[in-house]
């Protein structure tokens, strides 16, 4: 909870087929606290050294809303294909600078990720995905390329 102790409430379902699996999550996110810290700031004396000084600062969390949604496709016993999509909602954050207390602007995100599984062994799996943003604001949201190798400690 970046300092503060936060509130998360969430859940997630699966529902699979022979060869298709759905999934859906949800999680809510809500600070308990304000926050506090120091913002350590310099400045340059005479050009030849710096003076360093913290300013104190205090903060509210955003609350947040995160959804995921995944439809899997297993074409054969060892490939699967992946198309998901998820999204980002945060809002009511401040923060203070001196004696002004600014609000943080709202923020959202949403992106799609399709991708590609390997079934190396039943324990082992590979899975590739490009996640690229298709709506976003005030949010830092690029194209990005994920690999990951799972071992799985539960074979069922």
């Known amino acids: 909870g970046n300092g503060v102790s936060i509130l998360q409430l969430g859940g997630m379902v699966k529902y699979r087929l022979a060869e298709w699996a759905f999934s859906a999550r949800m999680d809510y996110r809500h600070g308990l606290e304000d926050g506090s810290g120091y913002l350590w700031k310099h400045q340059l004396v005479d050009y030849e050294s710096f003076n360093y000084y913290q300013e104190p600062f205090t903060y509210r969390l955003p609350d947040t809303f995160e959804y995921y949604a995944e439809i899997e496709y ?10 998901n999509a998820s999204g980002y909602h945060g809002q009511n954050g401040w ?32 899975r590739q995905e490009l996640q690229f943003p298709v ?22």
């Open 135 to 156: 709506y976003g604001k005030n949010y830092d949201g690029g194209t990005t390329f994920y690999t990951s190798l799972i071992y799985n400690f539960f074979l069922y």
């Open 74 to 83: 297993q074409a054969l016993p060892w490939f699967d294909l992946i198309l």
């Open 95 to 126: 923060k203070t600078e001196g004696p002004y207390r600014f609000g943080i602007p709202d923020a959202t995100l949403i992106v799609i990720n399709p991708g590609v599984e390997l079934i190396v062994t039943p324990r082992l799996w590979f």
